[in-house]
């Protein structure tokens, strides 16, 4: 029987870690099969306080993974295949192996959506980004390329027209998802064009190891055309990791969980932290501070229920 279990070895899971191992509750954490997070896909990080010139993603991840180990926190392979939060303890099954918890922090992030092409993702950290927030900065006075119609895509575009000379919206379709609002702005901002109907066919240069350039086709006319750009946001949407949990913790239409005020979810001594409720900030150091959270929250549930 465990006190703490984490789900994910991100930001979130690894903080959750450092704060319960030194609470003294030798929390036990799932990797999950993307060990390190999304940080674990990325190069530079610029925008984690604490670093003046910056740390590279899996760097980062692996310093907060070893600061918990320090303090007592145990890692284990494998991914949560099956959960049981009908009552406590909670079940959860990794391996085919089910083992016991008196409280769960779920920190199991959120995936970027991809177009798939056959470049993307050799090139991502080096020209290809789904963070405006995170990468921006390196593309000041470049020409930037984000794809989607929705309002993430749109609000992607007008941060970026801060840092690149001109940034061009690549939809697919003719019609925007977008608000009005969200679209108006775009539209007014003198830096970004749109391109509509259009697909994009791959990105390129693998060769040189960073973003040259993206192949295009136009989905009335089958036109196909190259087009220079040394940066391409895919701003399509993210999958929050769910799945596992589903019918059992309340989450909103697209699989985020609910939060019910600070760390808590709808089910008692479960407690969310990172991507995996948030659709807003989706940060690093906030998905840190979340870990924070669910951890001292767990702490005290632990401490009230006399464990
Ligand atoms: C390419 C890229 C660049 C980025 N750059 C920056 C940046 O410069 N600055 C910044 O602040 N943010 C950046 N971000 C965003 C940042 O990485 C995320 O906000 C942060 O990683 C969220 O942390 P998290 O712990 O909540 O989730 P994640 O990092 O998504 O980690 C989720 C963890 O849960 C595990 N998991 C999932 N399902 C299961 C399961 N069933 N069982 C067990 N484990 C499971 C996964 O294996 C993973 O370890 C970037 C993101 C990407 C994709």
Same mark, same amino acid.
């Given at each position: ?13 690894n903080?959750?870690?450092v704060?319960? %191992?030194r ?5 036990l ?30 760097d ?8 918990a ?9 494998g991914?949560?295949?099956?959960? /049981? ?21 779920? %920190? ?7 177009l ?8 991502i950290?080096?020209g290809?980004?789904?963070? %405006?927030?995170c ?9 930037i ?7 993430s ?6 941060? #970026?027209?801060?840092f ?26 003198p830096?970004?064009k ?16 960073l ?8 989905v ?9 750009v040394?940066? *391409? ?14 019918g059992q913790?309340?989450? /909103? ?9 600070g ?7 479960? *407690? ?10 989706r940060?690093?150091?906030t ?12 702490e005290?549930? #632990?401490?009230a229920e006399?464990?």
């Amino acid at each position: 029987m465990r006190d703490v279990v984490i789900i994910g070895s991100g930001c979130a899971g690894n903080t959750a870690a450092v704060y319960s %191992a030194r609470a003294n509750l030798k929390p036990l954490v799932i990797k999950g099969h993307e060990p390190g997070g999304q940080l674990s896909l990325t190069t530079l990080v610029e925008n984690f306080p604490g670093f003046p010139e910056g740390i590279n993603g899996p760097d980062l991840v692996e310093n907060i993974k070893k600061q918990a180990e320090n303090f007592g926190a145990e890692y284990r392979e494998g991914a949560v295949e099956e959960a /049981d939060l009908s009552k406590r303890p909670f079940r959860l099954k990794i391996d085919g192996e089910w083992l016991e918890t008196r409280t769960l922090i779920v %920190a199991s992030g959120a995936k970027a959506r991809w177009l798939g092409l056959p470049n993307e993702q050799k090139l991502i950290g080096h020209g290809v980004s789904s963070c %405006a927030t995170c990468d921006g900065f390196f593309y000041r006075d470049k020409k930037i390329m984000v794809i989607g119609g929705g309002d993430s895509a749109m609000e992607e575009a007008n941060f #970026l027209t801060r840092f690149g000379k001109e940034v061009m919206v690549v939809h697919r379709r003719e019609q925007f998802r977008a608000s009005k609002i969200m679209m108006d702005r775009a539209r007014n901002n003198p830096k970004v064009k749109f391109v509509t109907s259009t697909l994009v066919e791959d990105v390129y240069d693998t060769g040189k190891g960073l973003v040259t350039g993206v192949r295009l086709r136009n989905v009335a006319t089958n036109k196909v055309w190259d087009e220079e750009v040394d940066g *391409f946001f895919v701003a399509i949407g993210h999958i929050p990791n769910t799945a596992v949990f589903r019918g059992q913790l309340e989450t /909103d239409p697209d699989g985020y969980i609910l939060s019910k005020g600070g760390a808590r979810t709808n089910i008692v001594g479960v *407690f969310h932290a990172g991507d995996v409720q948030d659709r807003v900030y989706r940060q690093a150091v906030t998905a840190a501070g979340m870990g924070c959270m669910a951890a001292m929250e767990a702490e005290r549930f #632990l401490e009230a229920e006399g464990h």
